[in-house]
């Protein structure tokens, strides 16, 4: 067995740009869950830790926040929703949203809700885009319009200024409605404007966020943070009729601890956002190549020759976002490294003759 393990781990330690989810954890925030590994402690969150790091997050966010750990970034989406919704009603999000592509139908599954996509040039929604589902209001054929999901940075690798954020959640509250944000990657959002979360959150109207940090360098967990403190009322049922009421919640709530202390998040995120601006950088220099996408945090879309794909995928993995353009992506994370660029880029080099 140990043979077979070794084996495995020779053959695929090498760091590829499929996702950052595919990284390793950050060795402050092992440290922190190893630290309170140490004798026994009230379950559920009822412990000095997890306090400790919902004061930290409010230290980010602001005093008036409500905080809830879950396991996953899919359940912080979709219980958030659920707070803020009934089943009659809809939730719009641009076409390239992970609720709409990559939950495997989730959203609708538990909340009931319907998922009302917008087609976007840039995965970035505005309020000209968003009206054009605001209508059948109290009209009971048509589900009511109740939220608006925008992801903080989008699922193309563009990021939303605090302007463009803002005039959404105007737009949104004006009519009623609500704004939740999908932050798997805020934190380089935030380190690709040289914002604070705040600013780009609680500063712009957000009712609701799902805050990642797996992407980002933690082991696992996300925290939806309710800056609408209503909102959250009956949360905690909500939380546990959707199995992620942890019990040992500590492990999670120590990891945002050490991700928030000292800007370790920013610190991980701005150097994942570097390694894709230097492999969007390099492989322009390269004729054939084109480059899609602004590269504005740690993903580069680029159109490459079909054929040298799989040889590529075979060194470096990655995935193909786009079979009929194939267009690719390439994700870098916090420990992606200078020379896994320069030896992708001469791969890819070698590959286009």
Known sequence: MTELLNSKLKMNHKRGFASDNNSGVHPSVLAAMSSVNDGHFVAYGDDPFTESAVGKIKEEFGEDIEVFFVFTGTAANVLGLKALTESWNSVICADTAHIHCDECGAPEFFTGCKLL??????????????SRHMHGFDFEHHAQPQVVSVTQATELGTVYTPAEIKEICDYVHSMGMLV?????????????????????????????????????????????????????????????????????????????????????????????????????????????????????????????????????????FFYIWNPETSEVRWMTSWDTTEEDIRGFVSLLREKMG
């Not at 996509?117 to 000209?128: E, F, H, N, Q, V």
């Not at 939806?224 to 019990?247: E, H, P």
């Not at 602004?294 to 879309?301: D, L, R």
Request: some cysteine; charged content about 20%; proline content about 3%.
């Open 117 to 130: 996509t917008i087609s976007t040039p840039d995965g970035k929604l505005t309020p000209d885009l968003i």
């Open 180 to 316: 939740h944000m999908d932050g798997a990657r805020i934190c380089n959002a935030a380190a690709s404007l040289g914002v604070s979360l705040s600013e780009m959150t609680a500063g712009t109207g957000i009712d609701v966020l799902s805050f990642g940090g797996t992407k980002n360098g933690l082991m696992y967990g996300e925290a939806i943070v309710f800056f609408n403190r209503s909102l959250s009322r009956n949360f905690k049922y909500i939380r546990k009729q959707g199995m992620q009421l942890a019990s040992k919640m500590r492990y999670i709530a120590v990891q945002f601890e050490a991700l928030l202390t000292g800007r370790l998040w920013y610190t991980n995120a701005l150097h994942a956002n570097r390694m894709a601006r230097l492999l969007a950088d390099e492989v322009t220099t390269i004729p054939g190549i084109r480059i899609t996408q602004k590269v504005q945090i740690n993903g580069v879309f680029a159109v490459v020759p079909t054929e040298i794909v799989p040889e590529l995928q075979k060194e470096y």
